[in-house]
């Protein structure tokens, strides 16, 4: 960093939130991209918004009483960052994951702000969860503990004010959960308070493939610009196996790609004729089984214990979809190795900085998940949109509207980077683009 002002609101928000890596490395990555932009708007200083962009408007913090199966009480820990309202409703997911604090809190919020803005809706940035492990318990468990981690997240949310919406660990049954007690507490259907319901109950269709699909959408514009080419013929490594990673290989797989490896937090599968995906759902999505299984039921293949050796696996393509800083510099030059062409991010935050940095250094065109992974929440926008109009889109509608949404998110991020100076740096173009929206409602609303 060389921008005085910049400098200054890193150290100073670094300061007061000691020990948060997490939220550290976002607002790094985030704000030496943003220099050049500072510079050029002294209005940006003079009326504090860096200092405002870059601490959450609200943090509610809450435990979550529940009783397990035994009768055992036990308490958790419950989050949401309401990050930024400039330009929309607080909209982010909820994740229920051991690793939930308040720093993975406000990193994820703080990179919701520029998706959000991003995708052109008027939504907000924030984000929620909890250190509730969901993994290894019974339907019963996981539904007293939405219903008590609801009863108090309610008075908090609201259509026109906070949308949550589900991720890692929180599915559609669980989303389920959250809104039959939110129905119940406040006595009305409100539709549009969580996105990611079931299509029953006023869910978008596509809504469960929309990460997955948009992140290929965004691939599929990197390849034409940057690479000249498509997925077409092309080898692809995909890491994770949960909805995102799922739906990316179908759509990689639609779109002419040859997906061979997908992996879960315990190790990973390769499988040189092609991931046979209808085993990986059922195994991932149904039975909630491990990836482990994948070899036994599919003859030629293999399963390598250590998720991180996913990176070792020659490809064209590298999709990491598994979660944050997953994929690390030792891992980007495996990569670089065997031949990667392209890299672009599903999960968010999956690359530590020294991976983008090796990215970078050899010319592999790299997608930020900001930009990249926004095809859900985009769809979580266009749900809402459903709900407040009571209406409901045929399928082929709503990914028509994701396709368009994610090629103006690409053109976005390439047109701000040729303004600061920076052709084809898609990081950099996705945090230029996404802060002058969210900056200039800020400056707008004094």
Known sequence: MKNSYVQRVYAEAVARNPGESEFHQALREVLESLESIIEQHPEYE?????????????????????????????????????????????????RFHPTVNASVMKFLGFEQTLKNS???????????GSDFDPHGRSDGEIKRFCQSFMTELY????????????????????????????????????????TGKGIPYGGSLARTEATGYGICYYTSEMLRALLNTDF???????????????????????????VV???????????????????????????????????????????????????????DIALPCATQNELDGEGAEKLLANG???VCEGANMPCTPEAVETFRKAGIPFGPAKAANAGGVSVSGLEMS??????????????ARLQGIMKGIFAACMAAAEEVGKPGDLVVGANVAGFKKVAEAMLAQG
């Open 46 to 94: 003079r009326e504090g918004i860096l200092e405002r962009f870059v601490e959450p408007e609200r943090m509610i913090t809450f435990q979550v009483p529940w009783t397990d199966d035994s009768g055992k009480l036990r308490v958790n820990r419950g989050f949401r960052v309401q990050f930024n309202s400039a330009i929309g409703p607080y909209k982010g997911g909820l």
């Open 340 to 342: 990667v062409k392209l």
């Open 386 to 399: 459903q709900n407040s109009q009571r209406l409901s889109w045929s399928f082929e509608e709503v990914d």
């Open 261 to 315: 490896a997908m992996s879960d937090s315990n190790g990973y599968v390769y499988d040189p004729e092609g991931i046979k995906l209808d085993v990986v759902k059922e195994l991932k999505l149904k039975k909630r089984a491990r990836i482990r299984e994948y070899a036994p039921a599919v003859p030629g293949s293999e399963y390598h214990e250590g998720c991180k050796g996913i990176w070792g696996v020659k490809c």
């Open 155 to 194: 008075r908090h949310i609201g259509p026109n004010t906070d949308v949550p919406a589900g991720d890692i660990g929180v599915g559609a049954r669980e989303v389920g959960y959250l809104f039959g007690q939110y129905k119940r507490i406040v006595g009305a259907f409100e539709g549009g308070v969580l």
């Open 232 to 258: 077409v013929g092309k080898t692809v490594v995909i890491s994770g196996s949960g909805n995102v990673a799922i739906f990316a290989a179908e759509k990689a797989m639609a779109l002419g790609a040859r």
């Open 118 to 128: 991003l995708t052109t809706l008027p939504m907000g940035g924030g984000k929620g």
